[in-house]
């Protein structure tokens, strides 16, 4: 079987909680080749662990999603055992991934994927859809949920099996994208449902708002362990 690859590059920093010298240090990088078995297509990859393990999203020639995991040069692809559409996102440094897989009937879950192939499903209760979006390496999972036909997703942490609901102050649609290590989550909010999103950062039940400078819309996507947050945003 034929193998599709792509280039992926690296992210510029949008906030740094280190001096400036270090940020700018960091927008040097280089590129990489990520490839999987599979015929057409498009890879599209979302997480990084610092073992080099990557994880994302492989859409095929039918636009169904399947999720895979990349290292050592070689990309496999993984479907959630019945589903419809599997995706992969994050993954922490001990090897487990975290993605969302879709059922027949349009319902989705989340599921963890350890480094052994074992997986793990879950569901914020009441919720007829629930994404899950990173992980640490404390096995905490956030993400996004909605009852069926909701106007706007809430954000959720889960730890074991408890979950905690994560909503920015007065916004109708709240949807984390990743945590650290430390318990620093960041992600994007809408105060309506006309609004444009704006990036958030909460940690220690407060949460802070972030719009990059002159942008409309601002989403932050990862924070690593040095809350360096990175993300992207749209200018008028």
Request: charged residues 10%.
């Amino acid at each position: 079987m034929r193998s599709y690859a792509i280039s992926i590059s690296c992210f510029l920093i949008l906030i740094s909680t280190l001096p400036q010298a270090h940020a700018q240090s960091t927008q040097s990088c280089t590129t990489t080749i990520i490839t999987v078995n599979a015929t057409g297509g498009n890879v599209s990859p979302v997480g990084i662990n610092t073992g080099g393990t990557v994880t994302g999203t492989f859409f095929d020639t039918s636009f169904a999603s399947h999720g895979f995991k990349w290292a050592n040069g070689t990309g496999q692809l993984y479907d959630f055992p019945g589903a419809v559409q599997t995706q992969l996102v994050g993954i922490n440094d001990l090897g487990t991934a975290v993605g969302t897989f879709s059922n027949s009937d349009g319902s989705q879950m989340g599921f963890t994927l350890d480094k052994d192939g074992q997986t793990s499903q879950f569901s914020v209760p009441g919720a007829f859809t629930t994404v899950a979006s990173g992980i640490n390496n404390r096995g905490q999972v956030v993400g996004s949920s909605e009852p069926f036909r909701a106007d706007g997703f809430t954000g959720f942490l889960k730890t074991g099996n408890t979950f905690k609901t994560i909503q920015f102050p007065g916004a109708i649609s709240t949807t984390p994208f990743s945590i650290n290590n430390a318990g620093e989550i960041v992600g994007e909010f809408r105060q309506t449902a006309d609004a444009q999103g704006q990036g958030f950062t909460f940690k220690d039940g407060k949460s802070t708002t972030f719009q990059f400078p002159g942008s409309t819309f601002t989403e932050l996507l990862g924070v690593n362990a040095l809350g360096d947050r990175v993300g992207d945003s749209i200018t008028s």
